[in-house]
């Protein structure tokens, strides 16, 4: 069992950063990847970034991997998405979910948290 809540989103100006924050429940969080995604009013969740159970593996999305660094903190628990460069297309729900398979595949992650709002202005 692994419960993820998600903090940080917030409204930040086209340009600007944000640093959203994954908090996982339990020590079997060092047993899975994890990822960020995304959801925009009307359309499908999009896959923004992948890292391995170790830290030392990330995959991004095209759109992300410029402008977005996901990391994690074992000691913590914690997974984290930089931001930076924000745009209003950026805008979307944000969630955080676990998988014990290396995947982009929203339908092959386990467990997934309640989301964040991230609205960039323009």
């Known amino acids: 069992q692994v419960q993820l809540e998600e903090s940080g989103g917030g409204l930040v100006q086209a340009g600007g950063s944000l640093r959203l924050s994954c908090a996982a429940s339990g020590r079997a969080f060092s047993a899975y990847r994890m990822g960020w995604f995304r959801q925009a009013p009307g359309k499908e969740r999009e896959f923004v970034a992948h890292?391995?159970?170790?830290?030392?593996?990330?995959y991004y999305a095209d759109s992300a991997k410029d402008r977005f660094t996901i990391s994690r903190d074992r000691a913590k628990n914690t997974v984290y998405l930089q931001m930076n460069s924000l745009k209003p297309e950026d805008t979307a729900v944000y969630y955080c979910?676990?998988?014990?398979?290396?995947?982009?595949?929203?339908?092959?992650?386990?467990?997934w948290g309640q989301g964040t709002q991230v609205t960039v202005s323009s």
């Open positions: 890292i391995s159970r170790s830290g030392d593996l990330t």
């Open positions: 979910a676990a998988t014990l398979i290396g995947t982009v595949l929203a339908a092959q992650y386990n467990y």
